[in-house]
């Protein structure tokens, strides 16, 4: 096999890679979305308050804000729960008012309802999977038309 042939190997494997890889991080962010959207559907609604924010250091040395809220379920019983995601910009304040769902079976898994905290990361790890895999499948689709042009 010649070099140039070998290279033509390798660059379609290579397009084929990051394809395959498109299509898992669109499927997980796809599974996401599809339980965010569950979750939602179920959750109860419920006012709540910004307790606190905690800090923490991100996986690249940058400082993430956590906000910590606290509101009442169905049956009175008062939680505080520390948001899962933190932000790198200071959302919150303390005593802000937010709106809080949470599972009914489970008044511990709360989250406050916003976009950004909701829907945000689920539908950019979605969006930056099909973009892989849109940009993977282009190329293979030129590759093959180039190829065909030359025969």
């Avoid at 996986?59 to 379920?73: E, K, N, Q, W």
């Avoid at 995601?85 to 898994?109: C, D, H, K, M, R």
């Avoid at 950004?116 to 849109?134: E, K, V």
Wanted: charged share 15%; hydrophobic share 50%.
């Amino acid at each position: 096999m010649t070099q140039r042939a070998e290279g033509k190997v390798y660059g379609r494997r290579f397009l084929l890679f990051f394809l395959a890889l498109g299509l898992m991080v669109s499927a997980g962010g796809a599974i996401w979305l599809a339980r965010t959207a569950a979750f939602v559907a179920q959750a109860v609604h419920a006012p709540g308050k910004i307790v606190t924010v905690e800090s923490g250091k991100g996986s690249r040395g940058g400082t993430l804000y956590y906000p910590v809220f606290r509101f009442r379920d169905q049956a009175g019983q008062e939680h505080t729960r520390r948001a899962a995601l933190g932000t790198g910009n200071y959302a919150f304040t303390v005593g802000e008012p937010v709106g809080i769902i949470y599972s009914p079976a489970a008044p511990e898994n709360a989250q406050i309802k916003r976009f950004d905290t909701l829907w945000l990361l689920p539908l950019a790890i979605t969006a930056f999977g099909l973009l892989f895999t849109s940009f993977a499948a282009l190329c293979l689709f030129l590759w093959r038309d180039v190829r065909s042009a030359k025969e």
